[in-house]
């Protein structure tokens, strides 16, 4: 029997400031949370030495991509203004940048503002949208304009009501409607390097989360790269009835189901780990058997 056709026989890019960015095999992005309520990391990293330990723990696990967020979209999560949410944000990528000025950056941010300052004045590479611009209807236009990858989620209401009844008559025939249309729009932008999520935990119930998780192979129909982001989550939580501390085995096993599934970046909190999953999906994907009937 062939194996399926996975991300690990199909050549994708993007272009980061010049530099191509093969995803052909998958990569991973540390996440560094400083906010202070996220639901796992929330208030760890609120000074310059615990920030920069965390940094350089996760490079020395092999840290593709740093992914930075400081406003928290945890459910129920209380607003931050923008103001805030910058402060944050400029004094995190000045201490980083200063130290790492080559390491690919992305910024979670759903503000088109804060967005255009952090790609302006920090070089940041990638943008990562949690509303896919339906909470700053300018986010499109500075992504854009700026020419710099967009990682486009899904997410059904907004963090503070998201979890509260989230309906879908079929949450993956709607979801890749809901990308279809905003391709239609980026694509008449001429920004052509978008990477797909999902938004496992955004508006979804679990029983939706592990739909799309079983379903992932169908966003291949986009032929963009795919984003996965179950780390630590209530995915998994919830099932195996345990706090987030206790997740990382669980993360590991539904990392390698997404991955199985075409995943060509994984978003989590554990960069070591996430590189042996990918290491040993990439062995069993390409092992081959003799017929034994022969």
């Not at 931050?80 to 949410?85: N, R």
């Not at 004094?91 to 255009?116: G, N």
């Not at 700053?136 to 979890?163: F, S, T």
Request: glycine share 6%.
């Amino acid at each position: 029997m062939q194996p399926k056709d996975t991300f690990f026989s199909r050549k994708q890019t993007i272009n980061c400031r010049g530099e191509l960015i093969d995803l052909s095999e998958p990569k991973v992005m540390g996440i560094l949370n400083v906010t202070t309520d996220s639901f796992y990391d929330g208030g760890k990293y609120n000074s310059d030495l615990e920030i920069m330990k965390q940094l350089n723990r996760m490079l020395s696990e092999g840290c593709d991509i740093l992914d930075i967020g400081a406003y928290s979209s945890r459910p129920g999560a209380k607003d931050v203004s923008s103001d805030k949410e910058l402060s944050r944000l400029l004094s995190v990528l000045d201490l980083v940048r200063k130290d790492f000025p080559d390491i690919i950056i992305s910024v979670d941010t759903f503000r088109s503002e804060v967005a255009k300052k952090v790609i302006k004045e920090f070089n940041v590479n990638i943008i990562n949208d949690i509303s896919a611009g339906d909470l700053d209807d300018k986010m499109h236009e500075v992504v854009a304009d700026l020419n710099v990858p967009y990682i486009m989620m899904h997410m059904k209401g907004v963090p503070r009501n998201m979890q509260q009844d989230p309906q879908y008559t079929n949450v993956v025939k709607e979801i890749i409607s809901y990308f279809s249309i905003k391709l239609e729009k980026l694509n008449l932008m001429g920004l052509n390097d978008v990477i797909l999520d999902p938004g496992f935990g955004f508006g979804k119930t679990v029983d939706h989360n592990y739909q799309l998780l079983k379903h992932l192979d169908d966003f291949k129909i986009f032929e963009l790269p795919l984003l996965v982001g179950v780390s630590r989550k209530s995915i998994i939580n919830k099932v195996l009835e345990i706090k987030p501390d206790e997740a990382l085995n669980g993360t590991s096993v539904l990392n390698t189901f997404a991955l199985l599934g075409g995943a060509n970046i994984l978003r989590v909190h554990d960069v070591k780990e996430a590189k042996e999953t990918i290491k040993l999906s990439k062995k069993f994907l390409s092992a081959k058997v003799d017929n034994w009937y022969d």
